[in-house]
């Protein structure tokens, strides 16, 4: 599997990361077929796949459940073999998401996303936006809260999951590290803005390459190509599937 630097941090993230939303949530998603979270062996028998993939890139969140402290249990005595990228400002309680994204919240959230990850530093942190990208930014004091831990060496890269090319492009006007953007072979409308990111040595995790589950791998293969891109994150709990993703994605 091809490793690509991480804009300009020192972290080499595989050409396709592993998205792992399924295990440990079931409700209230976008994916076309209902599925069973899997319990700790067939999470075992993804993770071990992913690993002789050479799939370094795992991608949670708070909002994913039960996903954190899964992780950290399931990779117990193998952390540094990864790439842990997660989220602050979206919870999922109760069947519905809630948003916070005050610097007391994002200093209280990856102190609890480093105690579930059985880690003491995270990879990657990204705001985990509501839509509304560019009143985060101005007026939240998100960012801000994510670079002075990360300047406390608790977080390498920091960022956003945006939802707007506006808040994408302010966020790097701000110093982020790293976006976390749109891209499909049906959906192009972030494509511009994620080749101007790669100009700007800013890393590019891309999101809904499968357009959750409703597109065909070879969308996987034409973003793959895209300029910019550093990773693209694809949540399966299939290990076959990921099997396929990655080839796909390695010219296969």
């Excluded at 690509?4 to 998205?19: A, E, F, N, P």
């Excluded at 952390?79 to 400002?89: A, D, E, I, P, S």
Aim: glycine share 10%; aromatic share 4%; hydrophobic share 40%.
């Amino acid at each position: 599997m091809e490793l690509r630097q991480l804009g300009q941090t020192d972290i080499r993230v595989s050409l396709l990361g592993l998205g792992t939303v399924k295990l440990g949530r079931s409700e209230h998603l976008k994916y076309p077929h209902a599925f069973e979270i899997p319990d700790d062996t067939d999470a075992r028998r993804l993770l071990d796949r992913a690993r002789d993939l050479g799939i370094n890139l795992i991608d949670t969140a708070p909002a994913y459940g039960i996903s954190e402290a899964r992780l950290g249990e399931l990779l117990t005595g193998s952390r540094r073999n990864w790439v842990l990228c997660t989220k602050v400002g979206e919870e999922f309680d109760s069947g519905r998401s809630r948003y916070d994204f005050s610097p007391e919240h994002v200093q209280d959230s990856v102190k609890r996303s480093l105690s579930r990850l059985r880690t003491d530093y995270l990879d990657v942190v990204l705001i985990h936006s509501d839509g509304h990208d560019v009143a985060i930014l101005q007026q939240e004091g998100t960012l801000q809260a994510l670079q002075h831990l990360q300047a406390k060496g608790c977080i390498r890269a920091v960022g956003i999951s945006h939802k707007t090319p506006a808040g994408a492009r302010l966020a790097m006007s701000m110093g982020c590290d790293v976006i976390m953007a749109t891209l499909s072979i049906e959906e192009t409308t972030e494509a511009a803005l994620i080749a101007e990111a790669g100009a700007q040595k800013c890393g590019v995790l891309v999101k809904k390459a499968l357009a959750s589950g409703h597109s065909s791998t070879r969308s996987l293969k034409y973003v793959a190509a895209q300029p910019g891109v550093s990773s693209i994150v694809v949540g399966t709990i299939n290990p076959e599937h990921l099997r396929e993703n990655a080839r796909v994605v390695s010219g296969g």
